[in-house]
């Protein structure tokens, strides 16, 4: 049995050439004003270290996809800053990430609602009447994403 991580980095890195903890990188970047991001602010929202953020944005800084910036004054401040090619290349990679997630983890839900995805009742209960039906998907998709995480990041 592979795991979701292991699974979402490996079709990252067929797909689009880049490990899914960069895409995180990238993605978190492209969603900022002007594309800029203190990187001990990107290190949080990312969940990892800076000595482990530092690394990847070396590697990405190396394929001109970001580049750092020592922000003037005091302190050892530093500035990532998403290129146009880092922008062209987060923005190509979505749609397969997007796919990847809901093949392994929504479309994946099948035996807690028979028959049908998420999308499929959310198509068919537009309204949510049927919310007592569906909360058993979300815990499921809760518990997931947690191992998602914590399997990217143990502590």
Do not use: C
């Not at 969940?47 to 004054?73: D, F, Q, T």
């Amino acid at each position: 049995m592979i795991s979701l991580p292991a699974a979402l980095d490996a079709r990252m890195q067929r797909e689009s050439q880049l490990t899914f903890f960069e895409y995180m990188v990238l993605s978190v970047l492209s969603e900022q004003p002007a594309r800029i991001m203190q990187m001990s602010a990107l290190a949080a929202r990312t969940a990892a270290s800076l000595s482990r953020l530092s690394h990847v944005v070396g590697r990405l800084e190396k394929r001109a996809l970001l580049a750092r910036n020592r922000i003037p004054g005091s302190g050892r401040r530093t500035d990532a800053t998403l290129t146009e090619a880092g922008y062209e290349v987060v923005v190509a990679a979505a749609p397969g990430h997007v796919a990847a997630v809901r093949e392994y983890l929504i479309d994946d839900l099948g035996p807690v609602f028979p028959g049908k995805t998420y999308l499929d009742w959310k198509l068919d209960d537009p309204a949510g009447r049927g919310i007592d039906v569906i909360r058993p998907i979300r815990d499921e998709i809760e518990q997931r994403i947690r191992g998602l995480l914590t399997a990217l990041h143990p502590h």
